[in-house]
């Protein structure tokens, strides 16, 4: 193989690779960790393995901590909601980090053509909240499980629809992801 022809392989790889990483935000945790991990054994063949283990924390970092929704999260939810209405206020945990993620969830809830809004509360019990929680009265709104489905599609653990004795809907934001 000559110089021209490994360097054009390695310009494929690393744009497979961007095109990849690009897109490690709208898998879940786990499958992200796999793909981590499929990529540093492709590291040991000679990319540039810092780089990629610098990526592996920061995804490791994140998934112990609420970030912002990265824009193809926003259009995931913008798509996935789209022909369906609903009102509801992103609840979350106070403090900075919730808060911007809760900031961001509801921006996107509104891009979607949502009414939505947040709130913060004070938890004097131990950090038991966490992942995200879907809470409404009985009847559910019909808008509830495609709700639940577009926040599984954004790499969310939303396990259960709580029925609870509230006014309007809520997200819950916990403490941290998982």
Same mark, same amino acid.
């Given at each position: /193989? @000559?110089?021209?022809?490994?360097?054009?392989?390695?310009?494929?790889?690393?744009?497979? !690779?961007?095109?990849?990483?690009?897109?490690?935000?709208?898998?879940?945790?786990?499958?992200?960790?796999?793909?981590?991990?499929?990529?540093?054994?492709? %590291? !040991?063949?000679?990319?540039? @393995?810092?780089?990629?283990?610098?990526?592996?924390?920061?995804?490791? =970092? +994140?998934?112990?901590?609420?970030?912002?929704? /990265?824009?193809? #999260?926003?259009?995931?939810?913008? =798509?996935?909601?789209?022909? $369906? #209405?609903?009102?509801?206020?992103?609840?979350?945990?106070?403090?900075?980090? =919730?808060?911007?993620?809760?900031?961001?969830? =509801?921006? +996107?809830?509104?891009?979607?053509?949502? %009414? +939505?809004?947040?709130? %913060?509360?004070?938890?004097?019990?131990?950090? @038991?909240?966490?992942?995200?929680?879907?809470? +409404? #009265?009985?009847?559910?709104?019909?808008?509830?499980?495609?709700?639940?489905?577009? /926040?599984?599609? /954004?790499?969310?653990?939303?396990?259960?629809?709580?029925?609870?004795?509230?006014? @309007?809907?809520?997200?819950?934001?916990?403490? $941290?992801?998982?």
């Amino acid at each position: /193989m @000559t110089r021209s022809q490994r360097l054009s392989a390695i310009a494929v790889s690393g744009a497979t !690779l961007a095109a990849l990483l690009g897109q490690l935000g709208t898998l879940g945790w786990e499958a992200a960790d796999a793909v981590l991990r499929w990529i540093g054994i492709i %590291s !040991l063949v000679g990319t540039n @393995t810092v780089t990629l283990y610098e990526l592996r924390r920061e995804t490791a =970092r +994140a998934a112990r901590e609420w970030q912002p929704l /990265m824009v193809e #999260q926003r259009h995931l939810v913008t =798509r996935a909601l789209a022909g $369906t #209405q609903g009102t509801v206020v992103v609840v979350y945990v106070k403090g900075d980090v =919730r808060r911007a993620f809760a900031e961001s969830l =509801r921006d +996107a809830l509104r891009d979607a053509g949502w %009414s +939505a809004g947040t709130n %913060s509360f004070v938890d004097d019990q131990q950090p @038991t909240h966490v992942g995200l929680r879907i809470v +409404a #009265q009985t009847p559910l709104p019909t808008w509830a499980p495609t709700l639940r489905r577009a /926040m599984r599609e /954004m790499g969310f653990d939303v396990a259960t629809i709580e029925d609870n004795d509230i006014e @309007t809907p809520r997200i819950v934001v916990g403490y $941290t992801p998982r």
